[in-house]
């Protein structure tokens, strides 16, 4: 089993989950941050560190949301490792409440 990283992280991407993940399964996109389901080890650590939810176990994936599963593993191969917090964008507070963020994803 792993965890993944929802649509709510677009525009978001707040890193607080980054900095308790004990291997190095997060990579970073221009906007959102995925998990690579081959590194997780389905620790939990990271999921109660998200501020907007966007991490759930791949049992627990929200209706809609199942395409992130497998989009998380593709642009887990593509995007760097993240293995330390950042300062969240700048106006990632505003986008929080925001659904439907699919169309904002910048590969």
Excluded at 28 to 44: A, K, Q, R, Y
Excluded at 63 to 92: C, F, I, R, T, Y
């Amino acid at each position: 089993m792993t965890f993944l990283v929802l649509e709510s992280c677009i525009k978001c991407k707040y890193t607080d989950c980054v900095e308790v993940c004990p291997v190095d399964c997060f990579h970073e996109g221009p906007n959102m941050l995925v998990i690579d389901p081959e590194e997780c080890i389905d620790c939990t650590l990271c999921e109660p560190e998200c501020p907007v939810d966007a991490i759930v176990s791949e049992d627990d994936v929200p209706d809609g949301q199942e395409n992130m599963l497998e989009l998380n593993a593709e642009l887990s191969q593509e995007w760097p490792v993240l293995a330390h917090a950042k300062e969240p964008p700048d106006d990632a507070d505003d986008w929080q409440e925001v659904e439907e963020k699919l169309q904002y994803l910048e590969r």
